[in-house]
């Protein structure tokens, strides 16, 4: 079972950015499709971006397209997540995990139950 770190979350004002990351000490993160997942206070976790091991392919939320940017560095074996002009709305904990992939295509959907501790993303003036 991998092990996911989360890092980068943090207080920030509307429009502001942040760029999260995640690692998984110990294990190839480049084996795998990668998702990151949000829940807010209250909600149900929803995915919000993943993508493809060789990094080719990713696909997003509707309500971040255009704002966010998933991303990958397989030589540091870490994905990440730069998220700009944020907005309250996307207050939430902030999770990454394996996700599944059909064809050529991942899909925010978790393979199993490899969650990490999140990081907390806070949009608020």
């Known amino acids: 079972q991998l092990q996911f770190v989360e890092s980068g979350g943090g207080l920030v004002q509307p429009g502001g950015s942040l760029r999260l990351s995640c690692a998984a000490p110990?294990?190839?993160?480049?084996?795998?499709?990668i998702g990151w997942f949000r829940q807010a206070p209250g909600s149900e976790r929803e995915g919000v971006s993943c993508?493809?091991?060789?990094?080719?392919?990713?696909n997003y939320l509707d309500s971040v397209k255009g704002r966010f940017t998933i991303s990958r560095d397989n030589d540091k074996n870490t994905v990440y997540l730069e998220m700009n002009s944020l907005k309250p709305e996307d207050t939430a904990v902030y999770y990454c995990?394996?996700?599944?992939?059909?064809?050529?295509?991942?899909?925010?959907?978790?393979?199993?139950?490899?969650w990490g501790q999140g990081t907390h993303v806070t949009v608020s003036s």
């Open positions: 995990t394996r996700v599944i992939t059909i064809l050529s295509w991942c899909v925010m959907r978790p393979t199993g139950d490899d």
């Open positions: 993508i493809t091991g060789s990094g080719r392919n990713s």
């Open positions: 110990g294990f190839t993160l480049a084996n795998y499709a």
